[in-house]
C-alpha cells in the first residue's frame, strides 16, 4: 500500500506533534509516524509526569515555611502509589486527547518503525507488522533525545536509575544520590527530599546548575541546604559500588556516599539514528543532526527539536516544529531566528534564565552591567513565608539583554522577562509600565529601575 503526502513527520513529541498541527492548519496533507506514545519524552517520562509529582507535593514546603514562623502547625503526606496512578491516568487521557486532536484537524497518524527508503519516500512496518509506503513531498524528523551517561554510571534499574526509573518507582528510598545537579538532578532531588528520602546531590562542575548566573546557583544551593539537601558541587565520581544496603559512591580517593539508591542524571543526547538516513547523508556527524540556517538536512528533509542539538528543551522543540512546517509549507522564508528562549528550573525554589549571563558577556568581550532586587522586600514572597532569592537584570548600554531569578513562584515573571528581552528594553520603558501590588512582578520591576553595576 502506498499514501502520498505533502508533508511526513516522524515523531510525535513536542517538535513533531506541533510540526504537523502546524502543516495540517496550512491545509497541508500531513501524516504523522510515532512507533512508540504520542507526547514524546516531554509528555511520558520528563516535563509532565515532573511537574505532576512537584505539584502534588508542593503544600509540604509550603506548610514547613509557615511552620517556621510560628503561624500553625499541620502536616500533609504524599502517597506514592496515588501518584504513580494518577501519573497514569493523566498520561493517558492527555494522549487519548491528542489523538483526538488530530483526527478533527485531518492527519494520518500511523504507529510503526520508519526508515527512510528513497529521497522522498519512507517505509513504515507498523504495529500489525504490515508495511506501508508513504511518498511525501517534504519530510521533518522529530527523533528527540535520550538521558546520556558514562559507563561508570550506566543504570541497571535496580539500585543505579535512570530518570525514567525513578519516575516509576512504587516506593520512595530510603535514601538517594542524585548524580548531576542540571534541572533533572535538581527537581528530582526536590521531590524525593519531599517524600522522605534522604538526599544527596552531587555535581561535578564547581556549582549547581553550573550553565545558569553564579549568584543564583548560590542562592539555589543555599535554598536546597535549608530543606534539607545535601549538596555536593566540584566532586567527581569516580566508582560506584553494589553493597548489600544499596550503593556506595566514592568520591575522589578518599570520600564515600552511601545511600539506597542513586540516580543518574547528567544529560541528554540527541536521538540521531533514522535508518537510511545514511544513503542521503553519509559524512553526517553523529552527535545530532547538523541542521542548515532553515533547520534542513537536506533539499527535502528537516531535523528539528532534540535530535538536532540546538536547544533540548520541549518549548524550542515546538517552536523549530511550527517554523520547520510553515517552511515547508512555502509560507514563510528563513533563516530560523528564534529569539531569547527561557530556560526554567521547576520545584521551590524555581529558577529561570532568558538572555546571556554576566560571564558569557564577559567571554564574548561584550561590556556589561547587573541590576537586581531581593525577594525579601516582596509582600507576595513574604506572604508565602519564603522571602529567599533574587531577581537581576543584564544589561548592554541601556538595554535589556538578560534576566535571571530564583526564589519562590519566580516562574511567574519568565514570559514577562521573555518579552523585555525578546524587545530589548529600556529603563524608560519599565518605569513607564504600571505593576500590579503586590506581586512578584514588582520584584522584576524594582530590578530593572535600580542603577545598574
Not at 494520518?108 to 520508519?114: N, P, T, V
Not at 528520602?197 to 555535581?203: A, G, H, K, Q, Y
Request: charged share 20%.
Amino acid at each position: 500500500m502506498t499514501e502520498t503526502y505533502d508533508i511526513l513527520v516522524i515523531g510525535a513529541g513536542p517538535a513533531g506533534y506541533a510540526a504537523a498541527l502546524e502543516a495540517a492548519a496550512l491545509g497541508r496533507s500531513t501524516a504523522l509516524v510515532e512507533r512508540n506514545l504520542l507526547g514524546g519524552t516531554c509528555l511520558n517520562r520528563g516535563c509532565i509526569p515532573t511537574k505532576l509529582f512537584l505539584g502534588a507535593t508542593a503544600p509540604i514546603p509550603a506548610i514547613a515555611a509557615q511552620s517556621r514562623l510560628r503561624l500553625g502547625q499541620g502536616s500533609f503526606t504524599a502517597d506514592m502509589a496515588a501518584l504513580q496512578k494518577r501519573k497514569t491516568s493523566l498520561l493517558a487521557a492527555t494522549r487519548q486527547a491528542m489523538t483526538k486532536t488530530l483526527e478533527t484537524a485531518g492527519i494520518r497518524l500511523i504507529s510503526g518503525e520508519a526508515e527512510l527508503s528513497g529521497p522522498t519516500q519512507v517505509l513504515v512496518r507498523t504495529t500489525d507488522d504490515t508495511q506501508t509506503r508513504v511518498d511525501f513531498h517534504r519530510l521533518i524528523l522529530a527523533l528527540g533525545s535520550a538521558p546520556s551517561w558514562p559507563e561508570l554510571l550506566t543504570p541497571d534499574g535496580e539500585a543505579v536509575l535512570s530518570s525514567d526509573h525513578a519516575l516509576d518507582l512504587s516506593t520512595v528510598p530510603v535514601s538517594l544520590i542524585v548524580i548531576g545537579a542540571g534541572a533533572i538532578g535538581l527537581e528530582m532531588a526536590q521531590f524525593f527530599q519531599r517524600m522522605g528520602s534522604s538526599v544527596t546531590l552531587i555535581e561535578a562542575a564547581e556549582r549547581i546548575a553550573p550553565t545558569e548566573d553564579p549568584e543564583i546557583c548560590a542562592q539555589l544551593a543555599s535554598m536546597l541546604k535549608r530543606q534539607g539537601v545535601t549538596v555536593r558541587a566540584n566532586a567527581t565520581v569516580c566508582a560506584l559500588e553494589r553493597t548489600a544496603e544499596g550503593i556506595r559512591v566514592r568520591l575522589g580517593a578518599e570520600e564515600e556516599v552511601t545511600a539506597s539508591k542513586v540516580l543518574v542524571a547528567v544529560g541528554r543526547k540527541p536521538n540521531t539514528h533514522f535508518p537510511g538516513l545514511e544513503t542521503i547523508l553519509p559524512a553526517r556527524k553523529k552527535n545530532a543532526l547538523e541542521v542548515d540556517e532553515n533547520l534542513m538536512l537536506s533539499e527535502h528533509i528537516f531535523a528539528v527539536g532534540d535530535c538536532n542539538g540546538m536547544t533540548l528543551l520541549a518549548h524550542a522543540a515546538e517552536d523549530q516544529g511550527r517554523f520547520a512546517a510553515r517552511y515547508a509549507a512555502g509560507k514563510i522564508s528563513g533563516p530560523y531566528a528564534p529569539g531569547p528562549i527561557p530556560f526554567c528550573i521547576y520545584g521551590d525554589p524555581e529558577a529561570f534564565r532568558v538572555g546571556p549571563t554576566l560571564e558569557e558577556t564577559r567571554a564574548n568581550g561584550l561590556s556589561c552591567t547587573e541590576s537586581k532586587a531581593q525577594l525579601a522586600a516582596n509582600p507576595v514572597a513574604q506572604a508565602a513565608a519564603a522571602p529567599h532569592g533574587l531577581v537581576k537584570v543584564l544589561w548592554h548600554d541601556d538595554t535589556v539583554i538578560g534576566v535571571s531569578a530564583v526564589g519562590h513562584g519566580v516562574l511567574h515573571l519568565v514570559t514577562t522577562a521573555t518579552i523585555m528581552v525578546a524587545q530589548g528594553w529600556s529603563r524608560s520603558q519599565a518605569e513607564n509600565l504600571i505593576f500590579a501590588h503586590p506581586t512578584l512582578d514588582e520584584t522584576l520591576r524594582h530590578a530593572l529601575l535600580t542603577t545598574p553595576q
